[in-house]
Each structure stands twice: as structure tokens, then as C-alpha cells.
Nanobody
Framework: QVQLVESGGGLVQPGGSLRLSCVASGKIFSINDMGWYRQAPGKERELVAAIGSDETANYADSVKGRFTISRNNAKDTVYLQMNSLKPEDSAVYYC??????????????WGQGTQVTVSS
């Protein structure tokens, strides 16, 4: 089995910064795409940022220029640096990873989520 564990959420004032981390563990042969999603109350889960195994990244328009996604393949970890945070960034942030447990298969896994609240 594969587990994704997020950390780094919390309460921050508008304009502040947070750095989220997500570590994958378990039976891992390789990790392909990794990404961060978020879900605010009453809204659907949305993609925030994603990064491929070649470290090509893409972002939602709402976070471009403020958020940066990165990964450390040696540590099976993905990060999300969030700067210039706004109240509308408040949500539960989920990590997602496409993990190959063997050379023959791969599945998408989700973390349990970490709360980010931007408020004065």
C-alpha cells in the first residue's frame, strides 16, 4: 500500500506565506505526476498545481506567480510554496500522486488533506 502524508497547513494572515509538504511512503517503484488540489466549503475540488517526473509544472490561473510547486525525487516528496496568500486561498489542500508500485501498474493516491486558512 502507498500513503501520502501532508504537512505545513495552518492559519496565516493575508499576504503571508506557507509551505506545504507531502511525503509518499510504502511500496513505491516510481512516482510520475504529483500535484496539489484544494477544496473550499461548498465548492468542488480543484487543481492548484502539478509537476511531472521531468519537473515540468503547471498552475491554476488563480495561483500563477504566487505559488511554486517542486519535488525531491530522492525523498518521494512534493512541496507547495504559497506566497502572497489571499482569503480565497483558504481550503483543505490535498496531495495527489501517480505511483507505480511495480513496472506494470500505477494508481493515483490521495493524502488526507491539510487545512489552510488565510484570515486577519
Amino acid at each position: 500500500q502507498v500513503q501520502l502524508v501532508e504537512s505545513g497547513g495552518g492559519l496565516v494572515q493575508p499576504g503571508g506565506s506557507l509551505r506545504l509538504s507531502c511525503v509518499a511512503s510504502g511500496k513505491i517503484f516510481s512516482i510520475n505526476d504529483m500535484g496539489w488540489y484544494r477544496q473550499a466549503p461548498g465548492k468542488e475540488r480543484e487543481l492548484v498545481a502539478a509537476i511531472g517526473s521531468d519537473e515540468t509544472a503547471n498552475y491554476a490561473d488563480s495561483v500563477k506567480g504566487r505559488f511554486t510547486i517542486s519535488r525531491n525525487n530522492a525523498k518521494d516528496t512534493v512541496y507547495l510554496q504559497m506566497n502572497s496568500l489571499k482569503p480565497e486561498d483558504s481550503a483543505v489542500y490535498y496531495c495527489n500522486a501517480q505511483v507505480a508500485r511495480t513496472v506494470f501498474d500505477s494508481y493515483h493516491y490521495w493524502g488526507q488533506g491539510t487545512q489552510v486558512t488565510v484570515s486577519s
